[in-house]
């Protein structure tokens, strides 16, 4: 079982930084690919960064490469997104999640994924 605890967030002028953690519980941290996904209000769950086991291979949503940057620190069982340069079309509640079929694929539909993250909500005014 996994438990996924995120932190992070907030209010930012647009163009400005934030950094969102997600730290998981379970020995098995580092044997999966993470993602994360994010949500607006009246809009579905997207992809935005995922990156593969080993941190070998990551993958980003057109709208957010170069900005946003998905990392991972194994020792410490905790994923990372970096985003810059951010926008007020980046306003959403963000998730990381884990699919136990993923470790070297980097898989963009949500229904893949089976352990999420409580949320944490990301607003940028203009």
């Known amino acids: 079982q996994l438990q996924l605890v995120q932190s992070g967030g907030g209010l930012v002028q647009a163009g400005g930084s934030l950094r969102l953690s997600c730290e998981a519980s379970?020995?098995?941290?580092?044997?999966?690919?993470i993602a994360w996904f994010r949500q607006a209000p009246g809009k579905e769950r997207e992809f935005v960064a995922g990156i593969s086991r080993s941190g070998g291979t990551s993958y980003y949503v057109d709208s957010v490469k170069g900005r946003f940057t998905i990392s991972r620190d194994d020792a410490k069982n905790t994923a990372y997104l970096q985003m810059n340069s951010l926008k007020p079309e980046d306003t959403a509640v963000y998730y990381c999640a884990i699919s136990q079929m993923s470790s070297f694929i980097i898989k963009t539909p949500s229904y893949e994924y089976n352990y999420w993250g409580q949320g944490t909500q990301v607003t940028v005014s203009s």
């Open positions: 379970g020995r098995t941290f580092s044997s999966y690919a």
